[in-house]
């Protein structure tokens, strides 16, 4: 079982920028392709960005250019840095691993983390 704890949310102005953090229990944690879902109330889990175990990095359009996914093997990590944050970025941020692929799709990851709260005020 990989536990998965999500850190570095909160509330922020329009323009701003926050870091959310993901720690892994996972001693074999560079085998795992980790991502970040989002979810909104009345909304569904959507995709936000993927790293792979060798650091290839895919991103949702909604975000690319703003958002910068990385990961760091030797402390079993995982970084979503994010800039000028829009109000329609706020949701609660997930973060996810799967020992396959870095899936979009939320369904195909195994392993989740608890949420963090990320609010963005106009």
């Known amino acids: 079982q990989v536990q998965l704890v999500e850190s570095g949310g909160g509330l922020v102005q329009a323009g701003g920028s926050l870091r959310l953090s993901c720690a892994a229990s996972e001693r074999t944690f560079s085998n795992y392709a980790m991502a970040w879902f989002r979810q909104a109330p009345g909304k569904e889990r959507e995709f936000v960005a993927a790293?792979?175990?060798?650091?290839?990095?895919f991103y949702a359009d909604s975000v690319k250019g703003r958002f910068t996914i990385s990961r760091d093997n030797a402390k079993n990590t995982v970084s979503l840095q994010q800039n000028s944050l829009k109000p329609e970025d706020t949701a609660v941020y997930y973060c996810a691993a799967s020992n396959i692929a870095p899936y979009r799709t939320p369904g195909r990851y195994p392993y989740w983390g608890q949420g963090t709260q990320v609010t963005v005020s106009s």
């Open positions: 790293i792979t175990g060798s650091g290839i990095t």
